[in-house]
């Protein structure tokens, strides 16, 4: 969230999906900068080969991410999740970069929960993108 602006100039636009139905998910959303999909069903997560697994939580960082959000809970930053979650706890993360014309340029399975691709990563791997189609179409677009 810290550097949304950035991937915003970059003409990324950033989708969540989260596991969860949209009334869990409502209270914890509304002041994201991004568009947040509900998916209680894994639908999206089936379709793009999004696992579910014990090795969400097992890594040191998701232990450490897990932290700072009970901190943040505990210090009304957040507000908890619900005991039961619809779609499960263990689901891991996937980042893709999906071209306008729906081509998947990229993609990144995380091993853990806290397993995402970091901003930067996410700029370069659009500039390579962005690279690779203008290569393609040609100097007249």
Known sequence: MRRHAEIEAAGIREVVVFHSGADELREHVADLP????????????AEFGVESSYRALLAARA???????????????AKPPTLVQD???LGLPADFLIAPDGRVMAAGYGAHADDQWPVDKLLSLAAQARSRASRVSGPNG
């Open 34 to 45: 991004f568009a947040v999909i509900a998916d209680p069903r894994k639908r999206l997560y």
């Open 87 to 89: 779609g499960g706890r």
């Open 63 to 77: 232990w450490r991410a897990i932290a700072v959000g009970t901190l943040d809970i505990l210090r009304g930053r």
